[in-house]
């Protein structure tokens, strides 16, 4: 079975700042890992995935995550933080379906809130 | 492309009552999710369906919960009796499964929120 463990459950920065959240992941074969954004009062929407391609993967507004092996994490970052970001994240981890076959679920953290401050 | 619909948005009622939350996935996905997720703590898996067949409904409830998908598009989820502890938004989420590997990329609706007094 796999998990995902997100270090902080709050995190808070200045505007400006770099924003660092923090997932690591435990699964018996490659992994799938995404990240999804969660704005008050709406579903979530994904920021970005890594898929077994290229180990650092862009997102959508500015974010991005390196997936490293070897530490089984898959952190993601931005640059600068914007007030804008202010959200709660989710990291999550999927083993994938078979080809053509059924769609595997995902397996999600129990979510980081980033607080943006003036 | 229209994105996963549910329906009602927001919903209370009283413990032992029953609700349906309503659910319509993007057109053309096979595979369609309702999570759970409790205030401040992940979404959790209730059921999965892929076409009008469950795949996984280990974490469903099921002396309470009930979920169909008769037509292989749209979905119900049923509590009966709800519980305090069923307060929570109810998240349905669709993803494609045809031709190559599906890598579990969800697409989610806006949510229920169910508020049990």
């Known amino acids: 079975a796999q998990s995902v463990t997100q270090l902080g459950s709050h995190v808070s920065v200045s505007e400006g700042a770099l924003v660092l959240l923090r997932c690591n992941y435990s699964s018996s074969v490659p992994p799938y890992l995404f990240w999804y954004v969660q704005y008050p009062n709406q579903g979530l929407q994904l920021l970005l995935k890594y898929t077994s391609a290229a180990t650092l993967v862009k997102g959508i507004n500015g974010f991005e995550a390196e997936f490293k092996k070897s530490e089984t994490s898959f952190h993601l970052t931005k640059p600068s933080a914007h007030m804008s970001d202010a959200a709660e994240y989710f990291c999550a981890v999927s083993v994938g379906g078979r080809r053509g076959g059924t769609a595997s679920k995902l397996t999600f953290g129990t979510g980081t809130r980033l607080q943006v401050t003036l | 492309e229209a994105g996963v619909a549910q329906s009602p948005r927001y919903k209370i009622i009283e413990k032992r009552q029953s609700v349906a939350f309503w659910c319509n996935p993007i057109s053309g996905h096979a595979t369609l999710y309702w999570y759970q997720q409790i205030l401040g703590q992940g979404p959790k898996l209730l059921i999965q369906f892929q076409n009008n067949g469950v795949v996984d409904d280990s974490q469903l409830p099921k002396d309470r919960f009930s979920a169909e998908r008769l037509k292989g598009v749209d979905s119900t989820l049923k509590i009966q009796p709800a519980k305090l502890e069923d307060s929570a938004v109810y998240l349905c989420?669709?993803?494609?499964?045809?031709?190559?590997?599906?890598?579990?990329?969800?697409?989610f609706g806006e949510g229920s929120r169910l508020t049990v007094l």
């Open positions: 989420a669709s993803s494609r499964t045809s031709g190559g590997v599906n890598t579990g990329e969800l697409f």
